[in-house]
């Protein structure tokens, strides 16, 4: 998955809200250069680094995750995005 992206891309992920954990968003995030390891990709996204691995679906564009949403969710995330 790494190879997929460049510090700088823009990618949409599905986002938990931590308070109410049957609630699923998507949500644009950075790829940025790990802080704890220049020879890996990072998400950001609140202000957090995550890893950008396989366990983490994350979408190149809007529609894309919408599509994925819609398939796991059955509905389409509503105006999430910003």
């Known amino acids: ?3 997929a992206f460049q510090a700088g891309d823009i990618v949409y992920v599905f986002y938990r809200n931590p ?3 049957d609630v699923a968003n998507i949500q644009a995030a950075a790829v940025v ?3 704890e390891n220049e020879n890996e ?10 890893p950008l691995s396989e366990e983490i679906a994350v979408y190149a564009t809007e529609e ?7 398939f ?3 509905e389409t995330a509503e105006g999430i995005i910003e």
Do not use: C, D, I
């Not at 990709?41 to 957090?48: D, G």
């Not at 894309?64 to 819609?70: R, S």
């Open 1 to 3: 998955m790494q190879n």
């Open 19 to 21: 308070h109410t954990q």
């Open 33 to 35: 250069n790990n802080p």
């Open 41 to 50: 990709l990072a998400l950001f996204l609140y202000e957090t680094y995550y």
């Open 64 to 70: 894309e995750a919408n599509q994925a949403y819609n």
């Open 72 to 74: 796991y969710y059955g």
